[in-house]
């Protein structure tokens, strides 16, 4: 008698066909609090992780600037992120790579479809072509993730012959094409990066940086970071709270993008 077999995520994709386009840029965000040490100590810092317990690292996500910290009310300008994206031609080594924010998932920020698995049962291992599948099973395209408009779950089963023991393959699928809610923002639908090492910050890998607009007058910043890029795009801190200040910050990322000569 043959036995039902569960298929990992990180199998299924490895032993597909599945086209494998170059990956959007990795993006690193923090809080602006974090902007002056980071300019003097040109890296990103891996620091000691709160899910995965012992182990330093640096997060990156693919392609977004969805990473959200602790919200605040009536923000000062170092409460607003700062964003470095990068693009490398000798990437560092991968740790871990998961198709959405570990962090989210460990604080039961994710839906109960997807929390009933185990997290490691994501984790699609170190390979950096399993981000090119990933766009492309959920995608097709960089663009279409960027934008995060995800191929239907009906079609990803149709195409690819998605049975119950695909049940992880179609829980991202699902994930991926529900829209944000106010416990499961976009940092569901965004490829996280783990690196295990401190990132040097270089001219050549470093596409652009989006900063609060008040960091542009503070002595040594502007001069430190045209040092490390020639792409610098601010934003103007409103009367709302950090996450309200999502949108110009995407829209800086967009323009990173266009004067860095991505085209997705």
């Not at 810092?45 to 977004?64: H, M, S």
């Not at 900063?211 to 502007?222: A, H, I, L, W, Y």
């Not at 409103?238 to 085209?263: D, F, M, T």
Request: with cysteine; charged share 25%; net charge neutral.
């Amino acid at each position: 008698m043959v036995k039902p077999t569960e298929v990992k995520l990180r199998e299924f994709l490895k032993n597909s066909n599945l086209a494998v386009p170059k990956s959007p840029p990795w993006i690193h965000s923090t809080a602006s609090s974090n902007l002056i040490p980071i300019l003097n100590e040109e890296k990103l810092l891996a620091v000691k992780c709160n899910v995965f317990q012992g182990e330093k690292l640096c997060y990156l996500f693919v392609g977004r600037a969805a990473y959200k910290g602790k919200d605040a009310l009536n923000p000062e300008p170092w409460q607003l992120p700062t964003v470095f994206v990068m693009r490398f031609s000798n990437p560092p080594p991968l740790k871990r790579i998961h198709p959405f924010d570990t962090g989210a998932f460990e604080r039961g920020r994710m839906p109960d479809y997807l929390t009933t698995f185990k997290l490691e049962d994501f984790n699609v291992g170190t390979d950096q072509d399993q981000i090119g599948r990933l766009i492309s099973l959920y995608f097709e395209t960089p663009r279409r993730y960027v934008d995060r408009d995800a191929n239907d779950q009906k079609k990803l089963k149709e195409e690819h012959l998605l049975k119950m023991s695909h049940s992880r393959v179609l829980a991202v699928s699902k994930l991926y094409k529900e829209g944000s809610t106010k416990d499961c923002d976009d940092r569901a639908a965004v490829i996280e990066l783990q690196v295990e090492a401190d990132i040097p910050l270089k001219k050549e890998n470093l596409l652009g940086v989006v900063v609060p607009e008040e960091f542009q007058r503070t002595p040594g910043v502007t001069e430190a970071l045209k040092e490390l890029t020639n792409v610098i795009e601010t934003y103007r801190l409103l009367p709302l709270n950090v996450s309200q200040h999502y949108g110009l910050i995407y829209e800086c990322v967009e323009q990173v993008y266009k004067r860095a000569g991505i085209n997705l």
